[in-house]
């Protein structure tokens, strides 16, 4: 268990840019932190593999995604719990 | 459960209704015919909790109406398309004048209609297009049985067939009706196992997608679960449980109450379940489960407060 060298905000900043660039009707603020990005359909399965690109390149670690489960990239909030956060597993 | 090897079990079945045909299929008469039948009465019944409505779709579908929901770049192994030869007269002539079967049995074809319908690969997907454009309110459950075609590297009697007997209960509507629908259908199906002293595992299951890795369709379903299956024996899965999104929804602009709709299905291979009874019970009607009685006990059951 390592402490990311990423910067969490910069990381949601990324993040939130590249899921409004991808869906109708979502905007890249805090408030799409929280949104359920599969269930609420803001994303589709054919984002979800360049979604998986986008964690890689911004931890600098490959995702291993045999283990992958959907509470994994439910969310920004989810993702950066999950890869980026002080003491997320790594 | 019994052991017999697989050419002694067609042998026994054979006794009761099965012939296994080497092009991977099967026929099937008196009492393994009426155990089949039993079988969908079963599944319509259930289907019955919900009001679905049935509906009868042709064998052939379009090929255009696959493409749009990606079957044919997902599964281009799998299908089994409908062929004719062009109807010109010196064209039939010529089929005709060259012997048109060789003899290992393989049709010596001339020149070729366009190619525009596939054999049905799964019997919901006729139901999709048949309801494009249409808002559904709420929600709205459906119904069909077809003859499904897969081609497959090898094929085993009641198990894995080029052809076999399909019957979904489908529901269309907004993603929270849906999910709600398939985790009913999986209680009642599991309860309708249980009642036919039928054991299983539920197992996270995937499509067979060609070049797996490269699909982001296959990435998806085991990530999100959006597959399960009831495995009978190990390795046979005598239904499936599959949330689409709004897959389907969105590729033939069905709506639920003004929202693209979600839509969700739980199928069943009928075959498989006369593999899994006789395979249970053994090759004599006089011990096979009162399949009806079944589902009428799991629906009680269901509905027990």
Redesign the interface.
Known sequence: MLRTDHDAPEVRATLRDWIASRAQDADATPALDGVRLFEQRVLTSLHLPELILLIERLRREPVDVTTLTAADVASIDAIVARWFAPGADR | MTAASPATRTDRLGEVGLTWHDSGQVSLRGPLLALLRDCDRAFLALAAAWRAVDEVHPALIPAAALDRVGYLDSFPHLANFAVALDAGDANLEAFRAGEPVDPDGQVRLTRLAPVRELLTPAACYHLYPQHEGEELGPVRYLTTRNTCFRRETHYQPLRRQRSFQMRELVCLGA?EQVVAFLDRARTLTDRLLRALGLPVTWEIAHDPFFRPAEN??R???????TKQEAVYGGDLAVASVNLH???FGAAFSITSTGA?ASSGCVAFGLERWLFALTDRYGPHPATWPDVRAAARQALDEAAAP
């Not at chain 2, 990435?219 to 679960?225: D, E, K, P, S």
């Open positions: 993603r982001p369709q990435l998806f379903q085991q990530v999100h679960a999104e709004d897959h693209t």
